[in-house]
């Protein structure tokens, strides 16, 4: 697939693979394949270079035909000359300071640099990149690795890569992230691909974004997932380029069932039991255990700031998990 020839985009920027997530689907892995392939054949079409920014696992105990996947995709990536940078998302740690990215980053590779657990520079095409693989940074710390990095990255094209959840954010189901961090305001820095939240969005700063998940992994994640291309001449303005996949939709009648999905029945009773009958239909909700007592929801929460006390939430963030499972619970989240 060629990009629209108005496009000049010096790479592609993908992030939050998450193979091994939703393993219930019948298919899983062979809809990761196709999402996969569909990143890499853009980037051959278009002979750009490719930013993984984190998370290529989803957990910690990958299965073999898992791994052997990401094997395979990198293979083919390095056998037809894509220059790729990948870093380690926080799905991708193990323990300490070991990596599931490491067993890669051993390979005889020469177009796929893997960078696991610590910061390098890669002069690359015209354009230095700083991999910042996750640490769970602070403002200042990503601060200060950067400026520690400045004198190796010889281009006046600087694009820094990282896996970081950035405070403000918006997930899938219209919940704004509370915590997390900043990045810091740095005018040598011409961009910068981050990866962690799945819905792709504008960060703190014009020249920081996240491309999002290529595909839906759960049921009330937006339909419209994708990579971008990124122009690092109009920095703030990448353009997103949609991937296929098999959509995950939420109906509340069987007879909303039309098309080649994996389906989620939010009904009745009645609209339960006959869900049992169609092959699409992986997972079910009753809607009037969602309703709690008397129509409401305030039981099911009640006790839910106790709760993260005990567990030493702070009480400033009690506001928005309530409700975040309101939301939840009642199915009003934004798709």
């Known amino acids: 697939m060629k990009l629209p020839s108005v496009l000049t985009p010096h790479f592609l920027q993908t992030g939050d693979i998450h193979i091994g997530e939703c393993r219930a689907l019948p298919d899983y892995l062979d ?3 196709k999402v996969l392939w569909q990143i890499a054949n853009l980037a051959i079409a278009n002979k750009l270079p490719l930013l993984m920014t984190g998370d290529l696992f989803h957990l910690k105990s ?29 799905h991708d740690h193990l323990y300490g300071e070991f990596t599931q990215m490491m067993e890669f980053s051993h390979m005889p590779l020469k177009y796929v640099r893997m960078v696991a657990w610590s910061p390098r520079v890669v002069n690359m095409l015209g354009v230095s990149y700083l991999a910042i693989p996750w640490r769970n940074y602070e403002e200042d ?24 959840c950035i405070k403000g954010a918006l997930a899938d189901n219209g919940f704004v992230i509370p915590g997390g961090t900043s990045l810091p305001n740095m005018p040598e820095i011409t961009y910068w691909a981050v990866g962690d939240i799945h819905k792709v969005q504008k960060t703190n700063l014009d020249n920081g974004w996240y491309a999002g998940a290529p595909a839906q992994f759960k049921f009330l994640d937006q339909h419209s997932k994708g990579i971008l291309a990124v122009d690092l001449a109009s920095p703030c303005e990448p353009h997103f380029i949609p991937i296929a996949s098999k959509p995950m939709r939420v109906v509340s009648s069987v007879s909303q069932i039309t098309d080649d999905a994996y389906y989620q029945v939010r009904g009745n009773a009645s609209e339960i039991m006959k869900a049992s009958g169609f092959s699409q239909v992986v997972n079910t909700s009753y809607d009037e255990l969602v309703a709690g007592v008397d129509g409401g929801i305030k039981p099911i929460t009640e006790g839910l700031d106790i709760y993260l006390l005990d567990k030493g939430i702070p009480e400033s963030y009690h506001s928005y998990a309530v409700d975040w499972v309101e939301k939840l619970l009642t199915g009003t989240e934004q798709g």
């Open 62 to 90: 990958t299965k073999h035909e898992e791994r052997w996947l990401a094997a395979r995709w990198i293979g083919y990536l390095e056998e037809n000359e894509v220059h790729s940078i990948f870093i380690d998302g926080n």
């Open 141 to 164: 710390q990503i601060r200060a690795i950067v400026t520690a990095h400045l004198l190796q990255m010889t281009s006046d094209k600087k694009v820094v890569i990282l896996h970081e």
């Open 31 to 33: 809809r990761h394949e």
